[in-house]
């Protein structure tokens, strides 16, 4: 038989022993690697799939006790698209936000869905995965750019890593499988679609620039308008024009040329934007008075408290386990505590190692300036709210450490194709590469049902963080809000309850809870203490108001009940509860008329609820109205057969 031969242009047939036929081999792999080109859709179609793969089993999941109760269940305003809920979503500061975008998204949803969780949790998908496929093209444009003479093949498969490495890391979960959270992954939407038509912008003709400006400065407004954290964009910009644009000098005392100051002028409406944002945002907080007192967290604290953030979402990045919704705020921060010393040295030595390794490795330095960038309004030096960390603080500072992963494999497979990296080596990188994406996706999956609900929500966090006070009340909360009471739920309530004051005496959220539980085991007297504590100190929300209403009414105080229930209905006038429970104390004083006005209504809002046709019984039977009495008996007992044999028993009806 005879040796198989190979022809080039320069030699005559040659034989190919075993050894040069596996080379040549080797070199024809690498050359189809160079040259692949897949489908221009095949890859974000394959990323979306992933993160529909991931994040769909949170289609399951309930609204949450954790600002859920009060965005969406509780809250009548959003409902719809007509002028009187437009003209609430551009006014409204609830919760210390200016969010008119995510509300409008919001009452979308409400007209497709209702108050069905799981279109909630949809949309947060959709957009997700939309931003994913963003995150995809964003990579591929810096990676272009960074190394311009990086293969097709080695961008895609670098931009698609950085995407997936970003979509699927367990950090996402929070701001996906929560509903609240939609002021994240929204925000990040319009976020992602300035800084990519920036890009474009940048490498334009000057017909063209200002056009695309122009857009990528609006889409910065509405991302502004979804959500407040991402006002840093135009030093962010900035960065980017540095590396890898190279459109600035690193040295700021060079930027003197026409081209550097043409740069810098087109920050600045981005910079307008970016300063009327910043002030309604602090403005919305402020009018709530949700910022943390400079007498309580003075400005070492603060510091101790942004250097410990720094650290927090890099441990994160690269460890994501024991992952919580709230890492509570400590009652004193300590910047001489252990934690605090270490997260300012690492700090410090990472700063300074990425800088000396700048003029090498400016990739690593732009990485780390975005994330410290983005990461200021929120890091601790300006801070609002109870917390030391929010996973969902992760979701845009965090993205410049998924495009340096994306730039690594897109080396790798730039390095396989020129033969600068063995095949075996090129095949345990991939392996590896898959271990940890695959890792990464089950971690995730398995944070996302986290989200369930709020019991296993609030049953996680106490398990990872078991001295946090606001995890203790917010379970406490979940137990006596459960539809299938237990006669133990309102003990094991109470216990967290006081757990939650031991940890924090100072909070007086938990009052609320214990008043009802004390309520649920029908000590009306003993409930009423803590219930006013909550209503004095929480005015505007109706769960203390309704509750303190039901401790008043069930000692038949009626006159001092009917107040605070008109206040909790006045705040929510689709609260079915507490406008039953006002017929109860209006029927109490014998204004029947008035009470089943209030329970009609009541009924009207929510035909399938028990308790207005609960009230309409009973005050039918007082007012001698045996017909309308029987016939709101048969649609209770249509409804809800025990507590038509209920009412039936203890009323002798």
Request: some cysteine; overall charge positive; proline content about 6%.
């Amino acid at each position: 038989m005879s040796t198989p031969t190979v022809f080039d242009e320069t030699t005559s047939a040659t034989p190919l022993t075993g050894g040069t036929r596996r080379a040549a081999f080797a070199l024809a792999l690498r050359a189809r690697l160079t040259t692949l080109a897949l489908p221009e859709r095949i890859l974000p179609l394959a990323i979306v799939l992933a993160v529909v793969a991931v994040f769909a089993v949170g289609l399951r999941n309930e609204f949450v006790q954790w600002d859920d109760q009060v965005n969406l269940v509780e809250n009548p305003h959003f409902r719809g698209l007509a002028p009187r809920h437009l003209a609430w979503m551009l006014t409204t500061t609830l919760m210390g936000h200016y969010i008119p975008v995510t509300w409008l998204s919001f009452g979308l949803d409400y007209v497709l869905w209702g108050m069905q969780p799981a279109g909630y949790h949809f949309t947060n998908l959709v957009l997700h995965a939309a931003n994913a496929v963003l995150v995809y093209w964003l990579a591929r444009r810096l990676l272009a750019a960074a190394r311009p003479d990086t293969s097709e093949m080695a961008l895609r498969a670098g931009a698609a890593v950085a995407a997936l490495f970003f979509a699927i890391h367990p950090l996402r979960a929070e701001s996906v499988a929560w509903a609240t959270e939609r002021r994240d992954v929204l925000s990040a939407l319009l976020f992602l679609t300035c800084v990519l038509t920036y890009l474009r912008a940048a490498s334009a003709e000057s017909a063209g620039r200002w056009r695309l400006l122009t857009v990528s400065i609006v889409a910065f407004a509405l991302s502004m308008l979804a959500k407040s954290i991402v006002m840093t964009l135009p030093l962010l910009l900035i960065v980017l024009d540095w590396y890898p644009l190279r459109r600035l000098s690193p040295v700021p005392s060079t930027w003197r040329g026409p081209e550097t100051r043409r740069a810098l002028l087109e920050k600045l409406p981005f910079v307008a934007v970016a300063v009327a944002g910043a002030a309604v945002s602090y403005w919305a907080v402020a009018h709530h008075d949700y910022f943390t007192p400079g007498t309580k967290y003075p400005l070492p604290s603060r510091i101790a408290m942004a250097f410990y953030s720094m650290v927090f979402y890099v441990s994160k990045t690269v460890l994501p386990t024991d992952l919580s919704p709230l890492y509570e705020l400590p009652v004193r921060v300590d910047p001489s505590a252990p934690e605090f010393v270490l997260s300012a040295v690492a700090t410090m030595l990472l700063s300074v190692t990425l800088v000396a390794l700048a003029a090498r490795w400016p990739a690593g330095l732009a990485a780390y300036a975005w994330y410290a960038i983005m990461l200021a309004p929120v890091g601790g030096l300006v801070h609002a709210g109870f917390q030391l960390a929010h996973d969902r603080y992760s979701y845009l500072s965090c993205l410049g450490f998924a495009v340096l992963v994306g730039g690594g494999v897109a080396w790798l497979v730039g390095a396989h194709a020129s033969g600068r990296l063995r095949p075996p080596h090129f095949r345990a990188s991939c392996a590896a590469l898959g271990v940890l994406l695959t890792t990464l996706a089950a971690l995730t999956w398995l944070q996302v049902q986290v989200w369930r609900d709020s019991e296993s929500l609030w049953t996680h966090a106490m398990l990872v963080t078991p001295e946090c006070s606001i995890c203790h009340d917010n379970y406490g909360a979940a137990i006596v809000n459960r539809e299938r009471k237990d006669p133990s739920d309102a003990l094991i309530a109470i216990g967290h309850f006081l757990r939650a004051l031991a940890l924090k005496p100072d909070r007086e959220k938990p009052y609320g809870g214990l008043g009802l539980a004390l309520l649920q085991l029908n000590r009306p007297l003993d409930a009423e203490a803590p219930l006013r504590r909550a209503v004095a100190k929480f005015p505007t929300e109706t769960g203390p108001l309704n509750n303190l209403g039901m401790a008043l009414t069930q000692q038949g105080r009626f006159d001092e009940a009917a107040p605070f229930l008109r206040r909790a209905v006045a705040l929510n006038e689709r609260n079915v509860v507490a406008r039953a429970n006002l017929g109860g104390a209006l029927a109490g004083l014998g204004r029947y008329d008035e009470a089943i006005t209030e329970f009609r209504r009541a009924a009207e809002e929510q035909p399938f609820a028990p308790e207005p046709r609960i009230g309409l019984v009973l005050a039918y039977r007082d007012t001698g109205d045996v017909v309308e009495m029987r016939k709101h008996l048969t649609i209770l007992r249509q409804l809800h057969p025990a507590a038509e044999r209920d009412i039936v028993a203890r009323h002798h009806l």
